[in-house]
């Protein structure tokens, strides 16, 4: 067992029992404590789980990483995403791009693109696309997250219905396995729920860490998305999921 599949497998562990010690992990791998520290601290820097003391536990089910710290994690994964999503996108397109992380670093790399119109509820978004004169760039009216400047509220459900675009571009929390998009904030959801709605095609962004996390809010499933963006082959069950539903899958 190499270090990635052995890190794999202590993300699976850990997800099954909640939490799993050192002691523990290194008797099951027959490797030493140093190892399996090693392999804690760099799966707890990706977001995969919570570094507690003696062991590993699993990310809080009911509370998002602070926004600075996932602005940061799997920046070269959000990168090669970004950079797949950015090249299924055609010139002078129309597109949804939601909050996150993920979808600011797809902002950045949709610069070179010419003639798009994009409608976000992310001011984060606009303010990377603002300066390229040839995009139309709208913003969803609401409520302004101070945390991540996300918009959300009724008001831009309302806004979003108002449009039928060719590609919406989502972000996600968590990716069960039984195929539930989960989040955590259940105004988020329903402002992603308006997106996936009113585009004709909806690509989702999600780096590997999303597949081993467990948000408590249902923002939809994966059988409404027409392709999922990712840097890691996904789960077995969730690969399945999507052969099933006709949902494409681009690794970067």
């Not at 270090?3 to 799993?20: C, F, M, S």
């Not at 940061?72 to 970004?82: D, G, M, T, V």
């Not at 959300?152 to 449009?163: L, M, P, R, S, V």
């Amino acid at each position: 067992m190499n270090q990635q599949q052995r890190q794999d497998a202590i993300v699976e562990l850990v997800r099954r029992q909640g939490y799993a010690s050192i002691e523990q992990l290194t008797e099951h791998f027959s490797v030493t404590p140093q190892t399996i520290r090693r392999d804690l601290n760099a799966l707890a820097e990706e977001g995969m789980i919570r570094r507690v003391h003696g062991g590993a536990g699993l990310e809080s089910s009911t509370v998002n990483t602070a926004y600075s710290t996932r602005k940061n994690l799997n920046l070269e994964a959000k990168r090669r995403i970004a950079a797949l999503v950015a090249s299924h996108i055609p010139d002078h397109a129309s597109l949804f791009i939601n909050i996150g992380t993920s979808n600011e670093v797809v902002a950045e790399a949709l610069l070179d693109h010419q003639g798009l119109e994009v409608i976000t509820n992310n001011l984060n978004v606009a303010a990377i696309l603002q300066h390229k004169e040839d995009f139309n760039v709208i913003i969803a009216g609401g409520q302004v997250r101070s945390r991540d400047g996300g918009i959300i509220g009724e008001a831009t459900i309302d806004f979003i219905n108002q449009f039928k675009v060719d590609f919406g571009i989502i972000g996600i929390s968590g990716i069960d396995e039984d195929g539930s998009l989960l989040e955590f904030d259940y105004q988020e959801a329903r402002v992603a729920q308006a997106i996936i709605r009113n585009s004709r095609q909806v690509y989702l962004t999600a780096d590997h860490s999303k597949f081993h996390r467990n948000p408590v809010v249902r923002q939809g499933n994966i059988a409404q998305l027409d392709a999922l963006f990712t840097d890691r082959q996904p789960p077995e069950r969730i690969v399945h999921l999507m052969q099933v539903n006709d949902v494409a899958l681009h690794i970067a």
